[in-house]
Nanobody, 117 residues
């Protein structure tokens, strides 16, 4: 059974930072594209950042220059460093693991990030 577990969410003031972690119990973790998504109340889930097994990254325009995604294949873990947080970053953040073109597509339960003074 695959387990995707996010951690690191919480309450932070505007301008602050948080680091999210996602640990995945996956064999051959390096083959998976990992992504961070978020869903704010009343809004659709959106891609925040993604990273391929080889380390190629992509970001939503709203977080470019503020968020950094990285992965440690030896630890089966992906990270999202979030700096200069804004109230509009408030959402539940979800970790996704997938191999394109296959049924292997897994989600974590999410971690709440709240940016408020």
């Amino acid at each position: 059974q695959v387990h995707i577990v996010e951690s690191g969410g919480g309450l932070v003031q505007p301008g602050g930072s948080l680091r999210l972690s996602c640990a995945a119990s996956l064999n051959m973790f390096n083959l998976y594209t990992m992504g961070w998504y978020r869903q704010a109340p009343g809004k659709q889930r959106e891609l925040v950042a993604g990273i391929t097994g080889s380390g190629s990254t992509k970001y939503a325009d709203s977080v470019k220059g503020r968020f950094t995604i990285s992965r440690d294949n030896a630890k089966n873990t992906v990270y999202l460093q979030m700096n200069s947080l804004k109230p509009e970053d408030t959402a539940v953040y979800y970790c996704n693991s997938r191999v394109d073109g296959t049924p292997y597509d897994y989600w974590g339960q999410g971690t709440q990030v709240t940016v408020s003074s």
